[in-house]
């Protein structure tokens, strides 16, 4: 039990719409990374958040895009869907510098 | 970030100890080493990090030599729920900026 939540656990878009993915974090978690995972590989960095502005980005276009608020929470917007982004979208909570990652049990999208 | 080298698969049978090594020749004076599990269809979970010589807990054992180009993940008497993927991290402090690898497939059999 990481404490972190996400939702929705699966979700089917057509390609060019847009699609919005939440992530509850546990209080003291300063920080949310969000990451992409394609089938059979490793998580890829997106984002990551600290005091609700953008902290750093990994190679992602800016129609990924995100917001973190106050009761850590947070979210991921994805816009202009395209069938490459069909992947699993994990957020993980953290304290700021320290290394321990506490991931969600990840969201799942589907574009058609 | 620096480039971790990890074998894509292992098999091991139940009971067994299982080492699984990691490549990270650029790693940098103050990047830590880091460990996670995945199970299909979760998130990572993390095992175990280090900084240099051997760190153990409750589930497993981090050897890093001292020249720290490499880490060994020790896992002792595995059983059948310790089959997942098991990634190798290496980074600084803030682990949350973090790229993963490929990781490696451990398969234990009974």
């Known amino acids: 039990e990481t404490g972190v939540t996400q939702s929705p656990t699966h979700l089917i878009k057509t390609r060019g719409q847009q699609v919005t993915l939440r992530c509850s974090s546990q209080s003291g978690h300063n920080t949310v990374s969000w990451y992409q995972q394609a089938l059979g590989q490793g998580p890829q960095f997106i984002f990551q958040?600290?005091?609700?502005?953008?902290?750093g980005r990994g190679n992602f276009p800016p129609r990924f895009s995100g917001l973190q608020f106050p009761n850590y929470s947070s979210e991921l917007n994805v816009n202009a869907l395209e069938l490459d982004d069909s992947a699993l979208y994990l957020c993980?909570?953290?304290?700021?510098?320290?290394?321990?990652?506490?991931f969600g049990e990840g969201s799942r999208l589907t574009v058609l | 970030l620096a480039k971790t080298t990890q074998p894509i698969s292992m098999d091991s049978y139940e009971g067994q100890e299982v080492n699984i090594t990691c490549s990270h020749n650029n790693i940098a004076t103050n990047d830590y080493i880091t460990w996670y599990q995945q199970f299909p269809s979760q998130g990572p979970r993390f095992i175990i990090q280090?900084?240099?010589t051997k760190v153990t807990n409750e589930v497993a054992s981090l050897f890093i030599p001292a020249d720290r180009k490499s880490s060994t993940l020790s896992l002792p008497r595995v059983s059948l729920s310790d089959t997942a993927v098991y990634y190798c991290l290496v980074g600084g402090s803030n682990a949350g900026k973090s790229t993963f690898g490929d990781g490696t497939t451990l398969t234990v059999k009974p």
């Open positions: 280090g900084y240099k």
């Open positions: 993980a909570g953290a304290v700021a510098n320290t290394g321990e990652l506490f």
């Open positions: 958040y600290y005091r609700e502005e953008e902290n």
